[in-house]
């Protein structure tokens, strides 16, 4: 879902100031770097209900034709 320094920054695990260094660094961009329209584009791309939709479907399909006796 987040692609560092496009939309936003991971995080290192188990590192407690992680987060905090990454929180600080959305604050100080001038609101043109902004990551929150990259991240709002990503969601709309990948995950609008159309998308959503058929991949659940298509995931049925899947189910549907590995069921015992098809």
């Known amino acids: 879902m987040v692609e560092n320094r496009i939309n ?3 995080c ?3 590192d ?3 987060p905090a260094s990454a929180m600080q ?3 100080e961009l ?3 770097q902004r990551v929150d ?3 709002r584009r990503k969601v709309q791309q990948e995950f609008n209900e159309e998308f959503v939709v058929q991949a659940y479907l298509d995931v049925l399909a899947r ?8």
């Not at 189910?63 to 098809?70: M, Q, S």
């Open 37 to 39: 329209e990259a991240a």
């Open 8 to 10: 936003g920054y991971l």
């Open 63 to 70: 189910l549907d034709a590995v069921k015992p006796g098809n």
């Open 30 to 32: 001038p609101l043109a």
């Open 12 to 14: 290192t695990v188990r």
């Open 25 to 27: 660094r959305l604050a």
């Open 16 to 18: 407690a100031g992680s």
